[in-house]
């Protein structure tokens, strides 16, 4: 399995699994299949109106403009997924392993003419099947790349930490100030550092960690790690 390794803007490097041809295939499919689908509820919804040519000429365009939109307007909304990539269960990533930008999806958008509708995907499959992190022509000049979203472990094996224990003592209060980003990168981290043993990827992790609260640990970095998370899931459980 292909997999593309990014370093975030905490400076950490992370590996995503890489989405395949075949899913962003099956993915598109289902997307033109809601095009389609909308393509023939709006034509005979005009086909049985009874207006007049210059009226029926701007509502077929304003209705249309959403079919027209849909793949920049649903990976904005969506987080970087359409409802095909959703099912899927794959999405798109800046190569620094953030969100897109605007600009990333917009440039992807523009590009679909080239990779997809003038020579009928053609080029994108080509480019994906070639290129080192899967990308199409339009992921190429965007900075972009499509992963897996699929969890990696079963339930048991995630790093969630339910805390039940009513007098749980917070060790790091500080926790307040940050992000759900913040608390996924670091389950990410912990998750790598499980999988490949690279402690040294736990305390880079730690040392940004403890920059970013202005705090001081005397823990191991692992335990530190997941004693974050503990207390970021008992504050927020909290609020």
């Known amino acids: 399995m292909s997999t593309i390794a990014v370093t975030t803007s905490q400076n950490i490097e992370l590996d995503y699994d890489l989405s395949s041809v075949g899913e962003r295939i099956v993915a598109g499919l289902i997307d033109y299949a809601i095009l389609f689908a ?23 365009f304003v209705a249309f403009l959403p079919f027209c939109f849909y793949s920049l307007a649903s990976e904005l909304l969506l987080q970087g997924q ?3 990539k959703r099912v899927m269960k794959i999405k798109v990533i800046s190569l620094n392993g953030e969100r897109a930008s605007f600009s990333q999806y917009l440039i ?4 679909r003419l080239i990779d997809i509708w003038f020579f009928s ?18 992921d190429l000049v965007a900075g972009t790349t499509l992963v897996k979203t699929k969890a990696r472990t079963t339930f048991n094996q995630t ?5 039940i224990n009513e007098n749980y003592k917070v060790i790091y209060p500080e926790v ?25 990827l736990a305390l880079e992790a730690m040392r940004k960690i403890e920059n970013l609260l202005s705090i001081k640990s005397q823990h191991e970095p692992r335990f530190f790690l997941e004693t974050i998370l503990s207390d970021y899931n008992y504050v927020a459980s909290q609020s």
């Open 38 to 60: 909308y393509f023939i509820i709006v034509s005979l919804s005009i086909s049985f109106s009874k207006m007049d040519s210059s009226t029926t000429a701007i509502i077929f």
């Open 82 to 84: 359409s409802v095909g």
């Open 108 to 111: 992807r958008w523009l590009f």
């Open 121 to 138: 995907g053609l080029i994108a499959i080509i480019t994906i099947a070639v290129s080192q992190r899967k990308q199409r022509l339009g």
């Open 159 to 163: 790093l969630y930490t339910q805390v």
């Open 176 to 200: 307040i100030h940050l992000k759900d980003s913040d608390i996924q990168l670091i389950k990410e981290v912990l998750l790598s550092v499980k999988k490949t043993g690279n402690t040294i």
